[in-house]
């Protein structure tokens, strides 16, 4: 048993449990096309939580901010992100994949400056007073969630928005009876490059360190001569972006978009960081590709279980490791 | 010292007058509450106030858990839902009776205090976090019973059914010469009074005992657990037998609100009695009233109903009101009540950090 | 002795509604250990955190090196070369031993020498070197509040009450130590052991009530039991 | 001379995004009365003075602003409300104040069911019209083999139920019924699951979607190419803002409620034709639905003179009135409107922002068998 | 061994493989005052925690009189009698000095349960707690937050909750750390009279000699989580070992 876990330990540990996931899934699944098909879609989906999740993770894991108006962040990047493909139109449905791909990644800037700023606005209005006071910031980050609904609402409308997706991502790879949706090897893609850079930033820098010692204790931190409103000022909207380009993607892979997108990815997105562990983007991606895999498997396996799959999974996993499966805070 | 003496008493002064304004709403608020019928005779306040009186219940319960011990929990309105359930189903199963809502509402009663024995046993040694998500995930669970078992719970759809014949409006309870309802300041003396003032004294003995339970030595052994668990363990309190306690007791208050809620409304549905939402508006009022305060989910729950129930009304009026100047009618059109909701939310979290009962009384709620 | 690193002149300050600092005015000269005396609840360590601009000087002046720092953030005023360690030790138990000491640099890397300056001085400090910060004893909490503050060259370490909880031998090694960082830097100390005081301070203040109650070197006081009598209560525990 | 007769519109006017729907239904019952009383909003020489109510979308709130427009306002019919659950939560007002409820926008047919009174009507469609009608849209025979595919819940379930009843004695077998849970985003193991089963059959191979929320199952499973096995995708017409991601499934057949090209009378022309002039867009289901309302209360009221409850009721049970669906009928046993609905072929056309879902042809109330909820005659 | 009052044999806990103390054994007799020294890390403070309860031993026994106490949790072991003050200050932040008392002094007298009966009602374990704070001259601050008392005062406060839990078995963590000249002997002669009951047992972590030399019957040393020495004070602090380790210089310059 104790070779077992080390020899575990020794090629990677908790990392390898998607793979496990993934191997289990294939001796159950016996198709192997129908596997492949389920693997890449999960592990796409994984990455586009991941997106939405890893900003949350950051806030509430480094900051001790419990955010419930980070879904607002995930919808209106969504709408706006579909309101500038809209304006692009042309480009969108272009045949050329450089326009294309211009469209879209102007969708996910415009979204992300919008979370810079908002971001920034928000920290400054709605967090700031109420840092280390939980109940108070779920108080008034759902007063700003409601405002930000209504905002929504008030702009865009109630109905329905359809966001066109680019041509060059429309459309599945097929590989034998394999079909891989191209916008999701596109997600992947982007979800990687996303974490790859946030990795950078935490863990070649000081600023992970300073932000969770922040939390613990304020006044130290400012002893030692470092300005901790500024700091977290910047995490929160390094966040806010994230949740904003991950709502872009989001609303380009749901195409038809409302005002509730954001608030419908919540406890999934909660599941997530708690899976993870607060406060580790290698935990929110652990737990997201977890996610994103299980429910796919399980979709396909016991459709009855899809519902319950996740919250199963994240009971295992508290039972297993109380703090999540990769935590930076205890 | 003396310095410090004399600020005190400064201090102390300040914070009578405050309980003292505290005391006058709370007083208010129970005189309105008593005499809703003939004061505001209108169908809708007579729902408002009904559902003020059995949100105050509610809250208040779930302040014994969060604000009193420090217990986060997303299952309250699980227990709210058993009660409301049982006995919804068991009237309509039954028929409309007395020993309908008797059987009924013990059994709700009874699968709540078995369900929150387990829950808190099992899960309330371990940390914060994780018991709210375990929470979190017993009440989604049962949310989806709900939707399945629609055969006997409706389903989304939620079930209608019929209460005793005293609580139907067509009820007699007084009548004049004429044989016609008796009116009393305008209020029709018939069935809908009389299912008023079951919610009403039915809301009162649970809130009262309720008073008792934070006044007594257990209400201050679940201070100290939330203040310090280790230290209360060191100084021989059995922490999870308390908690597990008190999570069973806020539980079964819970579910005799559930009780009171399903008399009064004749309706039983995810929205009324299970959803997520209601806990999120559980926890507003907690907060927004004061935590760790009883009086303070008197006002927390009579501010927030009225507002989900007047402030589209007001801003209607706002909006005629300002119907020349430019752009302000706009903002105020009763469609877009909820962003005022919001906005004032934000602002009462600005001016009063510690919710109105803890600020106005200075006694902070726990940081 | 050369002009004073740090002078407070007329400071009060307000906790809440209480006011607990009365027009405190103090001059620490460059160089050497300055101590700080009093009894509990005297306000010694209000003044440190007025000082740190932790809590905010009602009235009154605080110049460091010429400028007056009273109104500026605290962290402006540690850049300002101030080193703060705190009664409660302030030390972040979710980081490591390590990271908590890296905190205390200004760019994240260590200077050997002194590293293994502090090595030599607290040895527990490099046993557990990359372990949980909460799992140190109390003693061991309160080295690494100190080590932090000196791992890096600072002008002036205001230090409150380091040897509680330590045990004698760290004390003895910690006087020697002290006497050889106050050769590069100013140190205000708080303290209630005064014969560590004793043994290292130059000047000395006595806070009571919120006010200064006496100033003078530390010379003077030790001649003289009377004032430590009435000053500090000294006599009525023999062994001191 | 007299007082205005008062009627309340009950419906989420918060709180949800189908807010959205509610605002059409307004605007749709307004317009319906003006056409009735050509533009004079007068019924025999009394005003019609309209309440709107907001429930919320919650159905305690609901439940109590509908006892409020009966009891303090006084309102002679009111109509409502948007959800299914919320409205069922407002039948037993209706008989408790013995007023007529008016049911529109909402669908489930439990709303005309057991638990429903005498006092109840309802001018919108319910699913067993959507199911029916898509199935007959399929044109079913012994060669079709279908796999659907819905939420799994009362509202999903039904509806599957109703289909299967639909194909009975067609010959079509169902091969797979998939239940995915509220709210899927992600529908790639149902499709794997729903090709497996398909894939080897011989013959038409359907895949019906009959999901009522977002989520763009057709968009996704579309993606995944289904055409490599010959599997057609088959799902009911949707709102306007919906038929954008038709553009996917040129070709595709079904049946919708309305689409404002398709019926074809006076009424409907109007309709189009005021709307584009007023809002700058045509007419949606929920317009036309809310019209359908305000033709009946108009109906009901210039056909009696004795404008009580139990009078209206009489003359409302039976009563065929013109809408811009055509003809429709309150069946006298549970009081809901049958009406037609339009089997469509999508038609893609650059110029335009949406799919169309163009005519095949009209499916009148006669061809299909909507069950009967209740009795009210007994 | 059974006039030893509470005895642990073989204690051992370990950190990962860090035993934090090792194989202490030892009892302790009622009446008698044992100090334990030890460096900064010896294990004094875990010792303590095994004992009351809030760390669970790896191997080895505890016992209280006669009865193994080993598997009670801190609860039942506070209820039996075994008490202790806490190193770094470890209350009730918000609620009053006189609170954090009261809820000792019920604890002590097992009335945790009642729902039904006010608390205010219990008007002698009020007067209880008052006591205790006049025995701890905090008094004054009685009807102050934790959170605003100093650090001395919150020092007091500790040693009034252990008072108040009436144990036979008194622990104190270096109870006079941080506590002014003048307020420290308040500590020692509280401590002076809890010994004057010779059915008490004391157990007092204290790093300053002055203190240890009055107050001691008998000093145990630690070292890295082993018992090094025991005995009498003077032989005690004589040893070379002790020195070495633990005063860092000649034992007549210890004062
Ligand atoms: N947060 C606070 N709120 C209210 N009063 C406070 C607060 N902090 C300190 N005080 C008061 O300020 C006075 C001085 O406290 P301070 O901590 O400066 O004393 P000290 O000299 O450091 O004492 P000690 O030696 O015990 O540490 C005390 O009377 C204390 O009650
Ligand atoms: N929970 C824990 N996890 C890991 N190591 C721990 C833990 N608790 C204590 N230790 C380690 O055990 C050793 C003993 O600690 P303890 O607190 O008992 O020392 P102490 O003798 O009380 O010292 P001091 O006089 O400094 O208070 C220390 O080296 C400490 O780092
Ligand atoms: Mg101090
Ligand atoms: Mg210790």
């Given at each position: 048993m104790n070779s077992i876990t080390s020899a575990f330990e020794r090629y990677g540990g908790i990392n390898l449990l998607p793979v496990l996931l993934a191997l289990i899934a294939f001796l159950l699944i016996g198709s192997p096309s129908t596997w492949v098909t389920l693997t890449v879609a999960g592990l796409a989906m994984g990455m586009m939580i991941f997106l939405m999740a890893s900003g949350l993770s950051l806030v509430f894991g480094l900051m001790d901010v419990l955010n419930f108006g980070h879904s607002a962040f995930i919808s209106f990047g969504a709408f706006i992100a579909a309101s500038v493909l809209a304006a692009l139109t042309a480009w969108v449905a272009a045949d050329s994949v450089i326009l294309n791909l211009l469209a879209l990644l102007l969708a996910i800037a415009a979204a992300a400056l919008f979370g810079l700023i908002a971001g920034w606005a928000f920290e400054k209005v709605i967090i700031k007073p109420v840092y280390r006071d939980h109940l108070r910031q779920i108080l008034i980050t759902m007063g700003a969630l409601i405002v930000a609904e209504q905002i929504i609402l008030a702009i865009w409308g109630g109905s329905p928005i359809s966001v066109p997706r680019p041509h060059f991502l429309s459309g599945s790879l097929i590989i034998g009876d394999v079909s891989i949706e191209l916008y999701r090897l596109f997600a992947f893609v982007l979800g990687l490059i996303a974490y790859v850079s946030l990795y950078v930033i935490l863990n070649r820098t000081r600023v992970g360190l300073l932000v969770r010692a922040g939390v613990e204790n304020r006044e130290m931190v400012e002893a030692l001569g470092f300005r901790i409103d500024r700091l977290f000022v910047g995490v929160f909207v390094l966040g806010s972006a994230l949740a904003a380009i991950g709502g872009a993607m989001w609303a380009g892979y749901e195409t038809l978009i409302t005002a509730a997108i954001g608030s419908e990815m919540m406890i999934i997105v909660f599941i997530v960081i708690i899976i993870g562990g607060l406060g580790s983007i290698e935990g929110s991606l652990l737990g997201a590709i977890m996610v994103g895999l299980m429910g796919n498997y399980v979709a396909f396996l016991a459709p009855k279980m899809a519902l319950a799959s996740n919250m199963i999974l994240m009971m295992a996993i508290l039972l297993w490791r109380p703090y999540g499966l990769r935590p930076a805070v205890k | 010292m003396s310095d410090i003496a004399i600020d005190t008493n400064a201090n102390a002064a300040r914070g009578r007058t405050g309980r003292l304004v505290v005391y006058a709403i709370i007083g208010a608020i129970g005189i309105c509450l008593f005499l809703a019928p003939f004061l505001f005779p209108d169908v809708r306040s007579q729902e408002v106030a009904a559902r003020i009186c059995i949100f105050i219940v509610l809250v208040a319960s779930y302040d014994l858990l969060i604000?009193?011990?420090g217990i986060v929990s997303f299952a309250h309105t699980m227990f709210f839902g058993l009660g409301a359930y049982g006995t919804a189903i068991a009237l309509k199963l039954m028929g409309p009776g007395w020993d309908a809502i008797l059987l009924g509402g013990a059994l709700g009663l009874v699968v709540s205090l078995i369900l929150a024995a387990l829950v808190g046993l099992l899960s309330l040694r371990v940390k914060a976090i994780f018991f709210a998500m375990v929470t979190l995930a017993a009440a989604s669970v049962m949310a989806v019973m709900a939707s399945q078992f629609s055969d006997f719970t409706g389903g989304e759809d939620g079930i209608i059914y019929k209460v005793p014949k005293l609580f139907s409006p067509a009820t007699k309870l007084l009548t004049d010469e004429d044989g016609k309802v008796l009116r009393i300041f305008g209020a029709k003396a018939n069935g809908k009074m009389a299912a008023y003032y079951f919610v009403f004294f039915g809301s009162l003995i649970l809130y009262f005992i309720m008073l008792r339970i934070v006044a007594s030595p257990l209400g201050t052994v679940l201070e100290a657990i939330r203040e310090n668990e280790m230290r209360a363990e060191a100084l021989g309190y059995r922490v999870v037998l308390y908690r597990t306690a008190i999570f069973c007791i806020a539980a079964l208050i819970a579910a005799g609100a559930g009780i009171l809620r399903a008399v009064w409304l004749k309706y039983t549905g995810p929205e009324t009695s299970l959803s997520f939402a209601i806990m999120i508006d559980i926890l507003l009022m907690v907060v927004i009233g004061g935590m760790g305060t009883m009086t303070g989910a008197i006002i927390g729950a009579t501010l927030m109903s009225l507002a989900q129930f007047y402030l589209k009304d007001l801003m209607q009026l706002a909006s005629e009101a300002t119907?020349?100047?430019?752009l302000l009618p706009e903002l105020l059109a009763p469609d877009r009540w909820l962003l005022w909701l919001g906005v004032l939310f934000i602002l009462l979290v600005y001016f009063f950090p510690a919710g109105i009962v803890g600020t106005l009384s200075r006694k902070g709620g726990h940081p | 002795m050369t002009s004073p690193i740090l002078e407070l002149d007329g400071v009060s300050t307000d906790i809440a509604q209480y006011h607990i600092l009365h027009d405190i005015s103090l001059t620490v000269p460059e160089g050497g250990v300055h101590v700080l005396l009093g009894r509990n609840g005297a306000g010694k360590t209000t003044t440190l955190r007025t000082i740190m601009g932790l809590w905010q000087a009602r009235a009154g002046v605080i110049r460091f090196r010429g400028d007056d720092i009273a109104a500026l953030h605290t962290s402006d005023i540690a850049r300002k070369g101030i080193a703060f360690v705190p009664e409660n030790m302030g030390i972040f138990g979710g980081l490591t031993v390590e990271e908590n000491m890296r905190l205390a640099t200004h760019d994240g890397s260590f200077d050997r020498d002194r590293l293994a300056r502090i090595y030599a001085l607290f040895p527990a400090l490099e046993t557990f070197w990359t372990k949980s910060a909460w799992s140190l004893s109390g003693g061991q909490k309160q080295m690494l509040a100190i080590a932090r503050a000196i791992i890096e060259k600072r002008d002036l370490i205001l230090i409150d009450e380091p040897t509680k909880g330590l045990a004698p031998a760290i004390i003895l090694s910690m006087v020697d130590a002290f006497r050889e960082i106050a050769r590069e830097t100013t140190i205000l100390l708080v303290e209630q052991n005064f014969l560590f005081a004793k043994s290292l301070g130059q000047t000395v203040a006595v806070i009571d009530d919120g006010r200064i109650a006496h100033t003078g070197t530390m010379a003077e006081l030790v001649e003289d039991t009377a004032l430590q009598t009435r000053l500090l209560s000294l006599s009525l525990d023999a062994h001191q | 001379a007299d007082d205005p007769v008062k009627i309340a519109l009950v419906h989420g006017l918060s709180g949800s995004t189908f807010e959205a729907f509610s605002k059409q239904s307004h605007t749709g019952f307004k317009l319906g009365l003006e056409y009735a009383t050509d533009g004079t909003m007068k019924i025999n020489g009394r005003d019609i003075e309209i309440i709107e109510k907001d429930t919320q979308f919650k159905p305690d709130v609901a439940r109590a602003v509908l006892a409020e427009a009966y009891g303090d306002d006084d309102v002679l019919i009111a109509v409502g409300g948007t959800s299914s659950g919320v409205t069922k939560g407002m039948l037993p007002i209706a008989e408790e104040y013995e007023r007529i409820l008016l049911v529109e926008p909402a669908v489930a047919d439990s709303l005309t069911g057991p638990d429903s009174n005498r006092y109840v009507f309802k001018t919108s469609r319910n699913s067993s019209m959507d199911m029916q009608a898509q199935a007959l849209a399929l044109k079913p025979g012994p060669d079709l083999h279908v796999a659907t595919l819905a939420e799994d819940y009362a509202f999903g379930k039904d509806g599957i139920a109703a289909f299967k009843k639909a194909l009975e004695g067609s010959g079509a077998t169902i091969v797979a019924e998939e239940y995915v849970p509220l709210k899927t985003t992600d529908f790639t193991a149902a499709a794997e699951r729903m090709f497996a089963a398909l894939k080897d059959k011989e013959g038409r191979k359907v895949i019906l979607i009959y999901v009522a929320g977002g989520g763009d199952p057709m968009g996704k499973i579309k993606a995944m190419q289904p055409e490599r096995f010959d599997i057609e995708i088959s799902t009911g017409g949707h709102i306007l803002p919906v038929l954008p991601t038709y553009k996917r499934v040129p070709g595709m057949e079904g049946a919708i409620y309305y689409y404002f090209e398709n019926p074809d009378n006076p009424i409907n022309d109007w309709l189009v034709a005021e709307h584009q002039k007023r809002f700058g867009s045509p007419p949606d289901f929920f317009t036309a639905g809310g019209m359908a309302a305000g033709l009946a209360v108009a109906k009901a009221l210039q056909s009696t003179d004795d404008w009580d409850t139990e009078s209206l009721i009489e003359t409302m049970q039976g009563m065929s009135w013109d809408t811009p669906k055509g003809q429709m009928t309150f069946r006298p046993e549970d009081h809901q409107a049958l009406q037609s609905m339009y089997h469509f072929k999508i038609k893609v056309d650059d110029s335009v922002d949406w799919a169309i879902p163009e005519l095949v042809r009209e499916i009148k109330p006669d061809e299909m068998e909507i069950p009967v909820g209740r009795n009210n005659q007994e | 061994m059974t006039s030893a009052s509470l005895r642990t044999e073989d204690l051992t806990i370990r950190f990962g493989g860090h035993a934090a103390v090792n194989m202490v054994t030892c009892a302790f007799k009622a009446g008698e005052l044992t100090v334990i020294v030890g460096p900064n890390g010896a294990g004094k403070t875990t010792y303590f925690n095994l004992i009351s309860g809030q760390l669970k031993p790896s191997s080895g026994r505890i016992f209280k009189g006669d009865d193994d106490i080993t598997a009670l949790s801190a609860s039942a072991r506070a209820k039996s009698g075994i008490g202790r003050a806490f190193q770094l200050t470890n209350l009730f932040p918000q609620l009053s000095v006189l609170e954090n008392v009261r809820l000792a002094v019920q604890a002590q007298h097992g009335?945790?349960?009642?729902?039904?009966?006010?608390?205010?009602?219990f008007a002698n374990l009020r007067d209880e707690a008052y006591a205790y704070l006049e025995a701890t001259r905090l008094q004054a601050a009685a009807a102050l937050p934790v959170t605003a008392l100093p650090h001395g005062d919150q020092r007091k406060l500790e040693i009034a909750l252990l008072l108040a839990l009436k144990p036979d078995i008194f622990m104190f963590d270096e109870p006079t750390a941080g506590m002014s000249v003048d307020e420290a002997p308040v500590i020692l002669e509280l401590i002076e009279e809890i010994r004057k009951d010779t059915g008490k047992t004391i157990l007092l972590v204290e790093h300053k000699m002055d203190v240890v030399r009055s107050l001691a019957d008998r000093i145990i040393v630690l070292h890295n989580g082993e018992l090094v020495a025991d005995g009498m004070p003077d032989e005690v602090i004589a040893l070379p070992l002790v020195r070495d380790i633990y005063l860092g210089m000649p034992a007549e310059d210890a004062a």
């Open positions: - | 604000g009193y011990t119907a020349g100047i430019p | - | - | 009335l945790g349960p009642v729902i039904f009966r006010s608390a205010r009602s």
